[in-house]
């Protein structure tokens, strides 16, 4: 039931960005606005990501894995 909730909060945020987003790609380019979205996002993200990355084994990932992630980036 949590799953759903977040998953119709995403939704919402993501209509309310949509229109809302709108009149800021209207004064600026949407190089602009995607990367103040990314940077953004990464901020938000990070104190999240680096507790949950204290106890992950980073060890147990393949050259496959990294090779991965690295050509995702």
Same mark, same amino acid.
């Given at each position: 039931?949590?799953?759903?909730?977040?998953?119709?909060?995403?939704?919402?945020?993501?209509?309310?960005?949509?229109?809302?987003?709108?009149?800021?790609?209207? =004064?600026?380019?949407?190089?602009?606005?995607? @990367?103040?979205?990314?940077?953004?996002?990464? #901020?938000?993200? *990070?104190?999240?990501?680096?507790?949950?990355? =204290?106890?992950?084994?980073?060890?147990?990932? @393949?050259?496959?894995?990294?090779?991965?992630? #690295?050509?995702? *980036?």
């Amino acid at each position: 039931m949590l799953g759903d909730r977040f998953v119709s909060l995403a939704a919402l945020t993501f209509a309310t960005l949509s229109v809302l987003g709108k009149s800021v790609t209207d =004064r600026h380019s949407g190089i602009t606005v995607n @990367t103040f979205s990314y940077v953004g996002g990464a #901020l938000v993200l *990070a104190p999240m990501t680096f507790y949950q990355a =204290r106890n992950f084994a980073f060890s147990q990932i @393949t050259a496959t894995g990294w090779a991965s992630l #690295l050509y995702m *980036a």
